[in-house]
């Protein structure tokens, strides 16, 4: 593997690469930040988890101009939770560097956007539907990026977002440098993305490099007598269960199964579609810093946050 130091990144970004402790590139940054250096497009096929953020995170900033203050680069992203993730490592790359990022998301106040925007920002991240709602009010103007990130583009689709993301495109008329990352790559949408990408890079890493190397997957099965809830219950006692994240289908069955969890005394909490974005951010919040043990979530509100030190995820189906 090689060293950061020989990636050919920026100086400014190489120190803060050092300092936000990453010592050896992930194989996606291994295989990725030349071609993005150079100006390539580039299909990633990675997972959440395996350092993709960075992998286009570093060489993009390596290339920004800092003294130029105008918007630049425009990241989507599927959940203003992965958005607002992506945000922060941005930030944590740029500390000091005189480069400034916003996110714009679904559910939040969009006058704070506004005034935001009223600030040139050179990186911009965001969710399709909260970006073309200021693209329509025409404050914002996506002929000015001319670097497009599709970041978790399968997410994107399953969604519903295709129409959003294909308007979005159609509109960046300055577009020349595109890098799309998908966790999986369906035949299907081939065509689409050959429209979107031009003589990319293609990178393919296998499942998650920096987090889940030591996983045990087990499938519990039940004899249609016990009940489910009370055997999720009497397991979730139990000391090693610390920070626990727990999978269920629909939003109401979400709110549902929190509730039964909070009366039988667990420190637990929800995020779904359906919640605000502050409750949402706030539940998450939680969850992060240990504060509650249990977060449940529908796998759209949940996908791809990155919480260290989860010591189980249970699929409740
Ligand atoms: P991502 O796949 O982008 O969500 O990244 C997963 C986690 O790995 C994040 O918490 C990153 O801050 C962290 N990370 C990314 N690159 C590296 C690296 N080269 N060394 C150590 N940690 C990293």
Do not use: W
Request: net charge positive; hydrophobic share 40%.
């Amino acid at each position: 593997m090689p060293l950061f130091s020989e990636l050919g990144l920026a100086a400014p970004i190489l120190k803060a690469v050092q300092e936000a402790g990453y010592e050896t590139p992930s194989p996606i940054q291994a295989k990725s930040i030349a071609p993005l250096l150079e100006g390539r497009d580039l299909l990633g096929q990675a997972q959440t988890g395996t350092g993709k953020t960075a992998a286009f995170a570093l060489p993009l900033l390596s290339r920004i101009n800092p003294k130029a203050k105008s918007p630049q680069m425009l990241v989507l992203a599927p959940t203003r939770e992965l958005a607002i993730q992506v945000e922060d490592e941005f930030r944590s790359m740029t500390k000091g560097l005189g480069m400034s990022s916003a996110v714009f998301i679904g559910g939040t106040n969009i006058r704070k956007d506004i005034s935001q925007l009223r600030r040139d920002q050179q990186v911009i991240i965001g969710t399709p539907g909260r970006l073309l709602d200021l693209v329509d009010r025409r404050i914002l103007d996506m002929k000015k990026f001319n670097t497009l990130v599709l970041d978790e583009f399968d997410r994107m689709l399953d969604m519903g977002f295709v129409h959003d993301v294909k308007r979005i495109i159609a509109e960046m008329k300055n577009r020349n440098h595109t890098m799309l990352f998908s966790a999986t790559l369906d035949k299907k949408q081939q065509s689409l993305i050959d429209n979107i990408l031009t003589d990319p890079a293609i990178v393919k890493v296998s499942t998650g490099a920096m987090t889940s190397d030591h996983i045990n997957q087990e499938v519990i099965r039940l004899s249609p007598d016990v009940n489910k809830l009370n055997y999720l219950i009497d397991m979730l006692q139990g000391e090693e269960f610390e920070k626990v994240l727990i999978f269920d289908e629909a939003k109401h069955r979400v709110n549902r199964l929190c509730d039964k969890l909070k009366k039988a005394k667990f420190k637990a909490d929800c995020i779904h579609g359906n919640k605000t974005q502050n409750a949402r951010q706030n539940a998450l919040e939680k969850f992060k810093k240990g504060n509650i043990q249990i977060l449940v979530a529908t796998d759209v509100a949940a996908r791809g946050i990155d919480v260290s030190d989860v010591t189980h995820v249970i699929n409740y189906v």
